[in-house]
């Protein structure tokens, strides 16, 4: 189990009896294997049993969407072989050092490729999140703003600072040109829109009528 370990690059732990927490790993696969199962069973829910081995067959041997691997290809440093495969017609046999040594280099080369697109993916996701609900914000000449006063201090110092005026707005346009994954057209263009604002602080006594965060 050590080499095991080591040669495919896992951390062996144990997890707590009847404490199904304590092993996050195992609950996230059964977040996904459990529906699969459930679009298979008849009515009587009584022979899911027969998907189990079908189900993560096709979990193993399919790609994931974060690594770009298998688990299979990840696990055993190859293509797996599947039902619809036809057999090969010539076969070149290694030596047991020169098979392992070549094991070592492709699976190496695949677990680094994966934790790369794993890392991408995450970024990917992150960034989706924390846009989700965000807004540009829009103002308009001679509206009136805050602005938030960053690297304080002390605690009791103004968290903004003096409202200032919008005096000038610009206007720029973006764009941007990257491959398109469908067939008619190999390219697409976004574009979008940047608004560049500068202000001038009011004077103390000036009112404030409208203030934006």
Known sequence: MEAMAKLVGYNHTYSTTYHPHSNGMIERFNSTFIPQI????????????EFLAPVVFAYNTGT???TGYSPYQLVFGREP???????????????????????????????????????????????????????????????????????????????????PRIITRERFMWSETKPNESIERTEQTLTTTIYQYSYENLPINDPINIVNN
């Open 38 to 49: 459930a679009k298979l069973q008849d009515r009587e829910n009584n022979n899911w049993n």
């Open 64 to 66: 994931h969407s974060k």
């Open 81 to 163: 072989r599947l039902p619809k495969d036809q057999p090969a017609s010539a076969f070149t046999f290694r030596k047991p050092n020169d098979y392992y040594e070549q094991l070592k280099k492709n699976m190496k080369l695949m677990h680094r490729y994966a934790h790369e697109n794993m890392t991408n993916r995450q970024n990917q996701y992150k960034k989706k999140h924390y846009d989700k609900h965000r807004h540009d914000a829009r103002y308009s000449i001679n509206d009136r703003i805050l602005i938030r006063r960053h690297g304080l201090k002390n605690k009791l110092e103004p968290k903004y600072s003096a409202t």
